[in-house]
């Protein structure tokens, strides 16, 4: 369990395939203290750490794992936002987060709008029943507030602005028109969609 505020942004030093991919990720994490087995949050998604080193942690990212995320982000060089999983009694400062990446967004305007950034991202149809204004959404593992939503015709345009403290903390502040982005709706709205689709049903 995650809560959408970045403790650290890494870089993939290293991608090796056998198998699943094998990815590791230098971090500012003491990773004394990174247990073999525990979840980091790696822009967004959940994954295991498999190996440790000073100053860089190891995951595997299987197939599936590569077909649902963003294009490009399993590459050297890569900035990833990091966040390691919440404990028992720390501060939920974010929202609910799982880890687990919903769908595929594509960002189609960026503009300054007061001090911060406006980011617009074009996301599927599977999305848009998730996604609410004033609600909360995940992008590349950063807890947002949507600030417009908009139904098109191929699928549901989310608009958030991002203030200069995120912008400097995380890697979605250098993101640029056609970046693709990972995102996960708000765990509320997935249970409230299965319970609605349950009644009609019945």
């Known amino acids: 369990m995650f809560t959408g505020i970045i403790t650290d942004v890494g870089t993939i030093e290293a991608v090796e395939t056998r198998g699943d991919t094998r990815v590791r990720i230098g971090t500012a994490f003491d990773t004394a203290t990174v ?3 525990a979840s ?64 595929i967004g594509r960002i ?5 709008e007061g001090g911060s ?28 507030t949507v600030n417009s ?3 098109v015709a191929d ?12 912008a400097a903390v995380t890697a979605i502040g250098s993101a640029a028109i056609g970046d693709t982005v990972n995102i996960e709706i708000d765990v509320l709205a997935r249970y409230l969609q299965r319970m609605e689709a349950y009644r009609v049903k019945r």
């Open 155 to 166: 699928g549901v345009r989310i608009g958030v602005n991002i203030i200069p403290h995120t």
């Open 149 to 151: 939503v908009e139904d």
């Open 117 to 144: 950034k406006r980011v617009t991202v074009l996301a599927g149809p599977e999305i848009a029943p998730y996604i609410a204004e004033k609600g909360s959404v995940t992008l590349d593992g950063v807890s947002l």
């Open 35 to 37: 247990d073999l087995g």
């Open 108 to 112: 189609v305007d960026l503009h300054e």
């Open 40 to 103: 980091i949050a790696c822009s967004g998604v959940c994954l295991t750490v498999v190996e440790t080193g000073p100053g860089w942690f190891a995951v595997d990212v299987s197939g599936e794992t590569l077909s649902r995320t963003a294009h490009g982000q399993w590459t050297q060089g890569r900035a990833l936002n990091l966040e390691r999983a919440l404990k028992l009694g720390e501060e939920l400062g974010g929202h609910i987060v799982t880890g687990h990446v919903d769908g």
